[in-house]
């Protein structure tokens, strides 16, 4: 049984930095794609960004690229996603997801964690 467990989210002020994890248990994910969706409040949940655990291979939503970069690592068994110039417009909750596939919506993923709260206000 897949396993996704998010952490490290919080409440910081415009202009910081932050850094989730998402710990993956339950299979070998050598095959499969991890990837960071996030709901922001009264919204839909959206595409983040994607990395294949194999290749490490990267997908960045257009409206983050630049500021935020994802990664994993293999011996910790965690993708990560480094989170840079917040702004208020990044508050939502972040959610991890994986699947053999991957892709850019939610559909895509079978796999789901139960999310962490990110909140970006003066």
């Known amino acids: 049984q897949v396993r996704l467990v998010e952490s490290g989210g919080a409440l910081l002020q415009p202009g910081g930095s932050l850094r989730l994890s998402c710990a993956a248990s339950g299979r070998t994910f050598s095959n499969y794609v991890l990837a960071w969706f996030r709901q922001p409040p009264g919204k839909e949940r959206e595409f983040v960004a994607f990395?294949?655990?194999?290749?490490?291979?990267?997908y960045d939503a257009d409206s983050m690229k630049g500021r935020f970069t994802i990664s994993r690592d293999i011996a910790k068994n965690t993708v990560n996603l480094q989170m840079n110039s917040l702004k208020p417009e990044d508050t939502a909750v972040y959610y991890c997801?994986?699947?053999?596939?991957?892709?850019?919506?939610?559909?895509?993923?079978?796999?789901w964690g139960q999310g962490t709260q990110v909140t970006v206000s003066s």
């Open positions: 990395i294949s655990w194999s290749s490490a291979a990267t």
């Open positions: 997801a994986a699947d053999l596939r991957g892709g850019r919506v939610v559909t895509d993923y079978r796999y």
